[in-house]
């Protein structure tokens, strides 16, 4: 059962840019039926993009773990119940959202303290090492783009989040969210301004460490 | 012909819609050329842009290495095999097979100690194999072991179905659940169906009157949701695949509703009213609407 092979996708692409061939349907298929291989394969496939949609919306990365894990536990109890009736990207996206939307009850995602979350770039920096400084800087660039998508309301971050990670459109946002196509957009216009209002007119990239 | 004045305000919408790629190629031209005239707009798009790639180079930074990825995996499936006990939707197929692997060895097992006790029991005894069972003597022919327990209510009606789905039933609901009654009634499936969609219409209704979930209703859909799972498995079970269909349409807006305990009023009447829109006809179809509670 764990011979199916699956297509891997390319870097930086969300789960809409994966493309649904017969190995994967075979893949689901299989995982559907309770194998964990198969199970295994999926997550390997489409798994980076829950983790980084998660990175994106919670405040820590020790809560982004936790939240796409729960996303995929999910997805383990329900995968039975897909009916094919949407493509698996976009029942998996469903999945992720309610997820999401659902996590706020969790007190470690809440919101605490003020203080901007570099994440680890000083650790992740390896100094004197060819591209270090680089990593660095793209690390504080993050944390502040977090810092400033914690300040938006829940439904708005995630909506931003999914039309720049997943690349959806303001259609696709809304049929997923459940709301209509004119509320995702004036959200997603409410979220750029709040940004580019919070980052400056450099959009953030200037970090204060020189190039 | 006079030109329109310039008024910076107007063209933020679209600007923002430019840099989220929403503009048709012609749109986009248009758009360009009306800003080029105003510094002020480059200035303000060029700011746009600039978060929009520096949003996209944090996205990249996000990617998890290799190194933690494997860990991750792990601690993924560590918490899966942690939740493995717990009771999981699962299609009939996936029901049947371990049932009918461990009757195979429950059989196998019984007929291994049925030719054993055989073998060594004195040739004064009646012929063919023999087994001890609570001290007397029975044939191999009743060796069969017995089908897992039911939920109670079950146990008690069991001729009604040969299909299984009762003792399927039993096992997905581990305590007392209406639904059973439903189930096990004699009556036919679409008799079950209507009366299912009536309930399923009726507390849409109120949850669209009150404008948002209370916590009655959210146990409400919840139980909604169960049922509409079990009544499904059984149209499943009988190869009733209209029936199956349109419970299956069903039910994600139940599991919407379901999860929708956290978002606004205003976003959950928003969407019911939309999926209500959308599923109506079916629902009128399957139930027998009273005029007055049929949801606007």
Redo the contacts between chains.
């Keep these: 059962m764990s011979s199916v092979s699956a297509a891997k996708p390319k870097?930086?692409e969300g789960m809409s840019g994966i493309p649904a061939t017969g190995d994967q349907e075979r893949l689901i298929r299989t995982a559907?039926?309770?194998d964990?291989d198969a199970?295994?394969r999926l997550?390997?496939i489409y798994?980076?993009s829950v983790?980084?949609l998660a990175?994106?919306y919670c405040r820590k990365s020790e809560d982004a773990?936790d939240l796409s894990?729960e996303v995929?536990?999910r997805v383990?109890?329900?995968l039975?119940?897909f009916?094919w009736?949407a493509s698996f990207q976009t029942w998996l996206r469903?999945i992720v959202v309610?997820t999401f939307?659902?996590c706020?009850?969790s007190s470690s995602l809440e919101r605490t303290g003020r203080q901007v979350e570099y994440d680890g770039a000083v650790d992740s920096a390896e100094f004197g090492t060819p591209g270090g400084e680089q990593?660095m800087i793209?690390?504080i660039?993050?944390g502040r783009?977090?810092e400033a998508l914690r300040d938006l309301p829940d439904?708005q971050r995630l909506m931003f989040i999914l039309?720049?990670?997943e690349g959806l459109?303001?259609q696709e946002i809304g049929n997923t969210l459940?709301?209509?196509t004119g509320?995702a957009?004036k959200a997603?216009?409410r979220a750029?301004?709040f940004?580019?209002s919070r980052?400056?007119?450099?959009?953030?990239?200037d970090t204060g460490v020189e190039r | 012909m006079r030109r329109r004045r310039h008024v910076c305000g107007e063209y933020a919408g679209r600007m923002v819609d430019l840099i989220n790629r929403e503009l048709t190629a012609d749109e986009e031209h248009k758009l360009s050329d009306e800003l080029r005239a105003c510094p002020a707009c480059m200035s303000e798009l060029a700011a746009l842009r600039s978060m929009r790639s520096a949003f996209q180079s944090a996205l990249e930074s996000a990617r998890p290495t290799d190194e933690y990825w494997t860990g991750y995996e792990r601690r993924l499936r560590e918490r899966i095999d942690a939740a493995e006990g717990q009771p999981m939707l699962q299609p009939a197929a996936v029901w049947r097979w371990p049932t009918f692997w461990s009757w195979s060895a429950g059989i196998a097992a019984a007929a291994i100690s049925v030719l054993a006790v055989a073998t060594w029991l004195p040739r004064d005894r009646p012929h063919g194999p023999v087994a001890l069972v609570g001290g007397q003597q029975q044939t191999a022919a009743l060796a069969r072991p017995a089908p897992p327990p039911l939920h109670p209510r079950a146990a008690g009606r069991r001729s009604h179905r040969s299909s299984g789905i009762l003792a399927r039933t039993a096992k997905a609901v581990s305590s007392d659940h209406p639904v059973l009654d439903m189930l096990m009634a004699p009556g036919p499936l679409p008799l079950l169906m209507k009366q299912h969609a009536e309930s399923v219409r009726i507390f849409l209704t109120s949850v669209l009157k009150e404008g948002g979930l209370s916590n009655s209703n959210r146990v409400r859909a919840r139980f909604l949701l169960t049922q509409n799972q079990l009544i499904r498995r059984e149209a499943e079970a009988r190869g009733d695949l209209a029936n199956q269909e349109q419970l299956v349409r069903l039910e994600p807006v139940l599991l919407d509703v379901v999860h929708m305990g956290s978002t606004g009023a205003d976003a959950i009447s928003e969407y019911l009213q939309q999926r209500i829109r959308d599923e109506e006809p079916l629902l009128l179809v399957l139930g027998s609407p009273s005029g007055e509670d049929t949801p606007q």
């Design positions: 870097e930086s559907q039926l309770g964990r199970f295994s997550i390997s798994g980076k983790y980084i990175r994106f773990e894990q995929w536990l383990w109890r329900s039975a119940g009916r009736q469903q309610h939307l659902n706020r009850r990593v793209a690390n660039l993050a783009i977090r439904r039309k720049h990670q459109t303001y459940g709301c209509s509320t957009k997603i216009f750029t301004q940004l580019r980052l400056g007119p450099s959009g953030g990239q």
